[in-house]
């Protein structure tokens, strides 16, 4: 749902389960809205240009770099931010099994990746996983401890998706 009034706009976002209302001008992007209108620090903003990925959110269950997404286009699809993932979301105890971070800036856009990989493709093999993490940049760690998170919740979440097919077709 979009209203005009003269240059600003009030859309309807639905995130994390929740419709909000925001008011916006054409080129708001969407870290911005979501960081300074409705609160959710998570993403970050690093390059604003999407090289580093910090800002990364889950649109329609896939990442997106918020800093490459005006407000107005994520009207009528379902935004997840790392609040949203509070609770249901076996990576982020991952992180904390191996460690995978220290300064933490980056954290939320490699949750969000990883937690994507996990529920779109948990039988992504090595090579895969890769590929998802080349979008993001973490200068602290030495992204083995990263890999070793994504590694556990890979074998986790296939390991259920066998079960499942197994019950399924027996
Ligand atoms: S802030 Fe969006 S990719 Fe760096
Ligand atoms: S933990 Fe510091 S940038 Fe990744």
Redesign the pocket.
């Known amino acids: 749902m979009i209203k005009y009034y003269n240059d600003l706009s009030v859309i309807e976002l639905h995130v994390n389960g929740e419709a909000r209302k925001v008011t916006v001008r054409p080129a708001d992007i969407l870290l911005d809205v979501l960081r300074e209108q409705l609160g959710l620090t998570g993403a970050k903003a690093g390059c604003k240009n999407g090289d580093c990925g910090?800002c990364t959110i889950l649109m329609d269950g896939l990442p997106v770099k918020s800093c490459l997404v005006l407000a107005v286009e994520a009207v009528g699809h379902e935004l997840l931010t790392v609040e949203g993932l509070s609770g249901i979301a076996p990576i982020q105890n991952a992180f904390v099994k191996y460690h995978?971070?220290?300064?933490?800036?980056?954290?939320s856009g490699?949750l969000m990746v990883c937690h994507a990989l996990a529920t779109t493709k948990p039988d992504a093999d090595e090579y895969e996983m890769e590929r998802w993490l080349e979008s993001n940049?973490?200068?602290?760690?030495s992204y083995q401890e990263i890999r070793s998170a994504i590694t556990e919740v890979l074998d986790t979440a296939s390991r259920q998706t066998e079960r499942s097919t197994y019950a399924t077709i027996s």
């Open positions: 910090t995978a971070f220290q300064c933490g800036y980056c954290t490699f940049i973490c200068r602290c760690t």
